[in-house]
Nanobody, 126 residues
Framework: QVRLMESGGGVVQAGGSLRLSCASS????????VGWFRQAPGKEREFVGT???????YYSDSVKGRFTISRDNAKKTSYLQMNNLEPEDTAVYSC????????????????????WGQGTQVTVSG
């Protein structure tokens, strides 16, 4: 059983930055794709971005240019750097993983992932 733990959430003013971390207990993290999702109150879960097994990234249009996903395989951790935050970014942010192959496409649906973290709250005040 893989456990994912997000950290780094908090309250920040509009225009500020936060960096979220997603630490995995999985032994095969190097073979995993990592997805980041968010869910605001009263809204459906939304895809934020993903990093593939070889390190390629893909983002939703709403965060492209502001958010950056990275990974440190030695630490079995993925990061979501969020800059120029807006009140509309307020949500619970969760990471998810799945094993994959080197040539896999980018996974953008929550149904594509096998393991999920509990999430961390990000609140952006206007």
């Amino acid at each position: 059983q893989v456990r994912l733990m997000e950290s780094g959430g908090g309250v920040v003013q509009a225009g500020g930055s936060l960096r979220l971390s997603c630490a995995s207990s999985g032994r095969t993290f190097t073979r995993d794709a990592v997805g980041w999702f968010r869910q605001a109150p009263g809204k459906e879960r939304e895809f934020v971005g993903t990093i593939s097994r070889p390190g390629g990234t893909y983002y939703s249009d709403s965060v492209k240019g502001r958010f950056t996903i990275s990974r440190d395989n030695a630490k079995k951790t993925s990061y979501l750097q969020m800059n120029n935050l807006e009140p509309e970014d307020t949500a619970v942010y969760s990471c998810a993983t799945r094993d994959t192959i080197l040539t896999a496409p980018y996974y953008t649906s929550g149904d594509d992932y096998h393991y999920w973290g509990q999430g961390t709250q990000v609140t952006v005040s206007g």
